[in-house]
């Protein structure tokens, strides 16, 4: 069984300021790692995964995540808040990009000017 | 470009409609297709996995009479949420998946309300 657990549900960060996003995630298999960024009424936009191989993971827009397998965590971070980060993240877990996700709660990020 | 073509992207109805959502494949041959659902401020629920040529499984709780799905080709399948009910509105998405390893695309998502 897989699942996600995202510590807190809302996030406020001045712009300029490190973003840190937790993502902590329960599997039985090597798991494969998504982070997720949705704006209102859209669908979601990949920010970057983790499959295999190095586990620090670069992504779009400046973020990136390391996968922890000792503290089965994967952290999403960004140097420097823009404005336009504003969104809702989730985490999300599969046992391959082909399966299904398990996605956590989500975590909406406010940046404030 | 897109992958995945997911229509329309919103939708607002009379309670007893039934409301057909398409969620197509553009440049690839889709074997799995999963349908979410997400409520306001929730994240995403699995509603039901399809693959090409059979039925579809759902996902506990999910009324597979409420909510047909057809997975008819591989590039292309609709939810037709029947007899739709207010309590039915929420965010509906697709996601497309040509096989295991192979990457996962979501669809822009429809925003169902039933008045």
């Known amino acids: 069984a897989q699942s996600v657990t995202q510590l807190g549900s809302h996030v406020s960060v001045s712009e300029g300021a490190l973003v840190l996003l937790r993502c902590n995630y329960s599997s039985s298999v090597p798991p494969y790692l998504f982070w997720y960024v949705q704006y209102p009424n859209q669908g979601l936009q990949l920010l970057l995964k983790?499959?295999?191989?190095?586990?620090l993971v670069k992504g779009i827009n400046g973020f990136e995540a390391e996968f922890k397998k000792s503290e089965t965590s994967f952290h999403l971070t960004k140097p420097s808040a823009h404005m336009s980060d504003a969104a809702e993240y989730f985490c999300a877990v599969s046992e391959g990009t082909g399966n299904q996700f398990y996605f956590g709660t989500g975590t909406s990020l406010t940046v404030i000017p | 470009g897109a992958v995945v073509s997911q229509h329309p992207s919103r939708v607002i109805c009379k309670s007893g409609t039934s409301v057909k959502i398409e969620c197509r494949s553009l440049d690839f041959q889709a074997t799995t297709m999963f349908w979410y659902r997400q409520f306001p401020k929730q994240s995403l629920m699995l509603m039901a996995t399809?693959?090409?040529?059979?039925?579809?499984?759902?996902e506990q709780g999910v009324e597979k009479d409420k909510f047909l799905i057809n997975h008819a080709s591989l590039t292309l399948s609709t939810l037709t949420v029947t007899s739709a009910h207010p309590e039915d509105s929420s965010f509906y998405i697709c996601?497309?998946?040509?096989?295991?390893?192979?990457?996962?695309?979501f669809g822009d998502g429809t925003r169902l309300s039933i008045l």
């Open positions: 399809s693959n090409e040529g059979s039925k579809a499984t759902y």
């Open positions: 983790y499959t295999t191989g190095a586990t």
């Open positions: 996601s497309i998946s040509g096989g295991s390893d192979q990457p996962q695309h």
